[in-house]
């Protein structure tokens, strides 16, 4: 058992320690920014994390945090790494040279986990183990101050400590107070300098903001086809989901923790494997082609039940079909293993992008280029499939291939290798929590299996019988719809819930499933007191 005042005294090792671990990471960042752009310490260990998370993990994580889920990972991360540093600190005075090597292990772990990513560089261990030798040789250069401080100013030890084995409490020794002091101090400074590094390293890369510019400057070609929304499409209901979503509120689910920066001058998308002729495609090259505007709602395999996942934008871009028939895929190609610059891939049925529907190979959302992190400067929007196993943004790679030789990202992880949108339906309105007095209301939401379409809603109040919403108009069947009823509230408490029945005569199932493996179902509920 250490004594109260060896424990005591092992506060500012603990705290060297953590401020020498700032340090290193903020070096660590720097260190990424300048010379391995895709090997930020932080970002290499959390997307390794999600790397390895089994599906289970992805969806609480999502339940959790929803789209804040990459902030918490990374919240997470750090919490841990303080805390591995707070025991490196205690040990490195207790055991020296424990708290060194552990804080070097770590520095190992993050590099060897930086060489296994997608977009590893040729330095790609570089700021990892910077960061872990910054970390050892200051927290072991102020561990060690401290130790002199300390064994200087104790008396010999034979007095340190009586027969009867209890700690003496030692007297107050202010050449130790000023040696735990300056070190407290010097960790402090420590911690200030990671803090700076780290701001440093989001300055020097300034990726985004290049990427921003780039962005704004570009000019989207016109397209040969455009779709009409009719205005019949928006039932206009305050606190209902608006038929077309914007682009800054649309649903963003990605494995990046750092956005990919892509120059569409240098961006290729290369198309090759079961194809009689490999095709290695530009920007420019892609702009020339004839473009087509679609309006399609894209939906997460993680949405829950009444969730937000989802979304409906304007797409304009290539035919995915124009774009394979110039490779050629051979008559054993069965699927499209599209691959992210990040390393990010989806197995798509081929026959999904080269049938009568308008899968694209989407280079705009909502009359602007595709936002950065919804895939700048392209990305596959394919309607009727969740976006995991087609909706590759930052794409850079197409390979025809076989489902029986090839899987995408999630599918090892736990999903489904193959992923139709299921018939869905959402209660907007009331808003969960919203104050209904007594009298006419109206119940709203939205309802989708798009590329299959939906033909109705209908609406239940507690255990009365199910009665037919109003549709608005649908765009088409790619795209979600609106639906309304009038509600004549009575006052006290009451459970609403919706079903969608889809064009094709199906009724939505009441069955519960969770997202994984492939996709939620059950209806959507909502329980409220009329007042
Ligand atoms: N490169 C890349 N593309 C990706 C993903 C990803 O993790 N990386 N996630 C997919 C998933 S699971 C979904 S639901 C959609 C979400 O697209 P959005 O973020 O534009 O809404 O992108 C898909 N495309
Ligand atoms: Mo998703």
């Keep these: 058992m250490a004594s109260p005042s060896s424990r005591r005294r092992a506060v500012p090792a603990v705290a060297a320690a953590i401020g020498a671990t700032v340090l290193g990471a903020g070096l660590g960042e720097l260190a990424s920014a300048l010379v391995a752009p895709a090997s930020s310490p932080f970002a290499v260990i959390g997307g390794g994390m999600i790397d390895i998370a089994p599906a289970w993990a992805k969806d609480t994580a999502i339940a959790l945090f929803g789209t804040g889920d990459k902030a918490a990972l990374l919240a997470g991360i750090a919490v841990l790494l303080l805390a591995v540093a707070g025991v490196a600190g205690a040990l490195e005075w207790r055991r020296p040279p424990g708290g060194r090597i552990v804080l070097i292990a770590l520095g190992v772990i993050g590099a060897v986990v930086a060489t296994t990513r997608a977009d590893a560089g040729p330095l790609s261990l570089a700021p990892s183990l910077l960061a872990g030798i910054a970390a050892a040789a200051v927290t072991a250069l102020l561990v060690r101050r401290l130790r002199q401080g300390s064994t200087a100013d104790s008396p010999a030890s034979p007095v340190d400590g009586d027969a009867a084995g209890t700690a003496p409490l030692p007297a107050p020794r202010p050449g130790a ?17 990671g803090a700076l590094a780290a701001a440093g390293s989001a300055a020097v890369r300034g990726g985004a903001r290049a990427t921003s510019a780039v962005r704004a400057a570009l000019r989207l070609p016109r397209p040969s086809t455009t779709i009409a929304v009719p205005a019949s499409a928006e039932l206009g209901i305050d606190g ?11 649903y963003r689910i990605d494995t990046a ?33 004839p473009q087509k505007e679609t309006v399609a709602t894209l939906v997460c395999v993680s949405n829950e039940v009444g969730g937000s996942l989802i979304g409906t934008a304007r797409w304009l871009g290539v035919p995915l079909r124009d774009i394979l028939a110039r490779a050629r895929p051979t008559a054993e190609a069965d699927m499209v293993l599209s691959r992210s610059v990040d390393g990010f891939t989806a197995s798509t049925p081929l026959e999904a992008l080269t049938d009568e529907r308008d899968a694209l190979l989407a280079i705009g ?19 009727g499939l969740y976006g995991y196993v087609s909706a590759t943004k930052w794409v850079s790679e197409l390979e025809v291939t076989r489902f029986d030789r090839a899987e995408g990202y999630w599918t090892p992880r736990g999903w489904s290798e193959r992923g139709p949108v299921k018939l869905a339906s959402r209660i907007d309105v009331p808003q969960a929590g ?16 798009t ?53 094709d005569g199906q009724t939505q199932t009441a069955e519960r499933a969770t997202p994984a493996p492939d996709g939620a179902t059950g209806y959507d509920e909502l329980t409220l007191t009329v007042a």
């Excluded at 919203?434 to 299996?449: F, K, P, Y």
């Excluded at 639906?483 to 889809?502: E, F, M, N």
């Design 177 to 193: 107070d000023l040696t735990r002091r300056g070190v407290l101090a010097l960790s402090g400074v420590a911690v200030l300098a």
């Design 240 to 250: 209902l989901a608006p038929v077309i979503t914007p682009s800054a509120s649309f």
């Design 451 to 503: 590329h299959v379409g939906v033909s109705g809603v209908e609406v239940q109040i507690d255990d009365g019988p199910w009665q037919p919403a109003t549709l608005a108009t649908a765009i088409s069947a790619d795209t979600w719809v609106q639906w309304s009823l009038p509600w004549d509230a009575t006052s006290g408490a009451h459970t609403v819930r919706c079903r969608a029945i889809s064009a």
């Design 434 to 449: 919203a104050r209904v007095t007594a009298g006419t209301t109206v119940i709203a939401g939205v309802a989708w299996q």
């Design 257 to 289: 923790l750092v956005v990919p920066q892509l120059d569409p001058a240098t961006w290729t998308l290369r198309i090759h494997g079961l194809v009689e002729q490999e095709v290695v495609l530009r920007w420019d090259d892609l702009v020339e082609l």
């Design 365 to 383: 959302m909502n009359g602007e280029p595709l936002p950065i992190e919804h895939g700048f400067p392209v990305r596959m929007v394919v309607p």
